[in-house]
């Protein structure tokens, strides 16, 4: 079942942050846990402040989100209530972030799919103001990412590091090239869509894996392209 289709009946019950946190259990590595609806509840009150953070929420934000959540045109009228009811009664997006981190801090690619997710809320409107990238900071953070995993992130979507293949790749700029090819190994493997989804992870993290991982490889190219290991082209 999708997030979309369980937040779909689910109204202003499932935006209660106090909530008690159930035990995690052993499920596929990029899955929530089946029907967790306090999962649900926190990603897309984490989407709706996104949209808002900036003051506003923009047509192209709903939109996005929409899309990412595989909502249907019909359901467009269902998914501005439910930002608005998110908007309206979500307490402590904070505390949501650092819920479902600390719950699912053994599947990192299950939270750096939500976090994909926010970013490409956050960039739908053609700009990223600095409340939003403070806010994504805080999510990653609550999600327990360092800056380097975070910067690496954000290189992937947005900001001033996209044009960097080195910070894509979360490595530095003298890095030895065995250890590009590693990195750029273990950010396929675990980015891939189809591994993604192969793992459990949600048809809605898919749109942006998809981003990502073209993100990922056009950075390999072109290190190896600036290291005269392949022609540049």
């Given at each position: 079942?999708?997030?979309w289709?369980?937040?779909?009946?689910?109204?202003?019950?499932?935006?209660?942050?106090?909530?008690?946190?159930e035990p995690?259990?052993?499920?596929q590595a990029?899955a929530?846990?089946p029907?967790?609806?306090?999962?649900?509840?926190?990603?897309?009150?984490?989407?709706?402040k996104?949209a808002?953070?900036?003051g506003?929420?923009?047509?192209?934000?709903?939109?996005?989100f929409?899309?990412i959540?595989?909502a249907?045109?019909?359901d467009?009228?269902q998914?501005?209530r439910?930002f608005r009811?998110?908007?309206?009664?979500?307490?402590?997006?904070e505390?949501?972030?650092?819920?479902?981190g600390?719950?699912?801090s053994?599947?990192p690619?299950?939270?750096?799919?939500?976090?994909?997710?926010?970013?490409?809320?956050?960039?739908?409107d053609?700009a990223?103001?600095?409340?939003?990238?403070?806010?994504l900071?805080?999510?990653a953070?609550a999600?327990?990412f360092d800056e380097t995993t975070?910067?690496r992130?954000?290189?992937?979507?947005l900001?001033?590091?996209r044009d960097?293949?080195?910070?894509i790749l979360?490595?530095a700029?003298?890095?030895?090239f065995?250890d590009?090819?590693?990195?750029?190994?273990?950010l396929m493997a675990?980015?891939?869509?189809d591994?993604l989804?192969g793992n459990?992870a949600p048809?809605e993290?898919e749109?942006a894996a998809h981003?990502k991982a073209?993100?990922?490889?056009?950075a390999?190219?072109?290190?190896?392209?600036e290291r005269?290991?392949?022609?540049?082209?």
């Amino acid at each position: 079942m999708s997030l979309w289709q369980l937040l779909i009946d689910g109204g202003k019950r499932l935006f209660d942050p106090d909530t008690p946190e159930e035990p995690v259990g052993s499920e596929q590595a990029c899955a929530p846990d089946p029907n967790d609806v306090g999962f649900t509840a926190a990603v897309i009150g984490l989407s709706a402040k996104m949209a808002a953070a900036d003051g506003r929420v923009s047509d192209a934000e709903v939109m996005m989100f929409s899309r990412i959540f595989r909502a249907s045109p019909e359901d467009a009228a269902q998914v501005r209530r439910v930002f608005r009811i998110a908007q309206q009664t979500v307490r402590g997006y904070e505390a949501y972030a650092r819920k479902i981190g600390k719950k699912y801090s053994a599947r990192p690619c299950l939270l750096e799919g939500v976090l994909d997710g926010l970013f490409m809320i956050a960039g739908a409107d053609g700009a990223v103001t600095s409340d939003e990238m403070d806010y994504l900071r805080t999510v990653a953070e609550a999600f327990g990412f360092d800056e380097t995993t975070f910067r690496r992130i954000r290189a992937s979507h947005l900001g001033p590091d996209r044009d960097d293949p080195y910070h894509i790749l979360g490595v530095a700029h003298d890095a030895a090239f065995d250890d590009i090819r590693r990195a750029y190994r273990r950010l396929m493997a675990d980015n891939h869509p189809d591994r993604l989804v192969g793992n459990g992870a949600p048809r809605e993290f898919e749109l942006a894996a998809h981003d990502k991982a073209a993100a990922i490889t056009g950075a390999y190219a072109r290190i190896r392209a600036e290291r005269g290991l392949i022609a540049a082209n």
